[in-house]
């Protein structure tokens, strides 16, 4: 079982920049693939970025790429969302989770959520 808590979030203007971090319980951390997701008020959860077990392979929405950039450190059990150029339609609560195999770009397939933390862009 893994557990999840994100951090790093808060109130940045277009523009800014912010780095999410997700730090993760257990031992088994560089065996899980890791997503980041987010949900706006009144939207559905949204895929943003997800990385391989290993770090070696990332993939991201096309409205973040370029921008935004997943990375992780298994010594560390800590996964990170890099947040470069934000835009006020980037705000929104975000979620990193946890899935064995193979990441994968859809919610129902992670196993294990963090609380969130809220991203809030002002323009």
């Known amino acids: 079982q893994v557990q999840l808590v994100e951090s790093g979030g808060g109130l940045v203007q277009a523009g800014g920049s912010l780095r999410l971090s997700c730090a993760a319980s257990?031992?088994?951390?560089?065996?899980?693939?890791m997503g980041w997701f987010r949900q706006a008020p009144g939207k559905e959860r949204e895929f943003v970025a997800a990385?391989?077990?290993?770090?070696?392979?990332?993939y991201s929405v096309d409205s973040v790429k370029g921008r935004f950039t997943a990375s992780r450190d298994n010594a560390k059990n800590t996964l990170y969302l890099q947040m470069n150029e934000l835009k006020p339609e980037d705000t929104a609560v975000y979620y990193c989770?946890?899935?064995?195999?193979?990441?994968?770009?859809?919610?129902?397939?992670?196993?294990?959520w963090g609380q969130g933390t809220q991203v809030t862009v002002s323009s």
């Open positions: 257990g031992r088994t951390f560089s065996s899980y693939a």
């Open positions: 990385i391989s077990s290993s770090g070696g392979s990332t």
């Open positions: 989770a946890a899935k064995r195999g193979g990441y994968s770009p859809f919610f129902h397939e992670y196993n294990y």
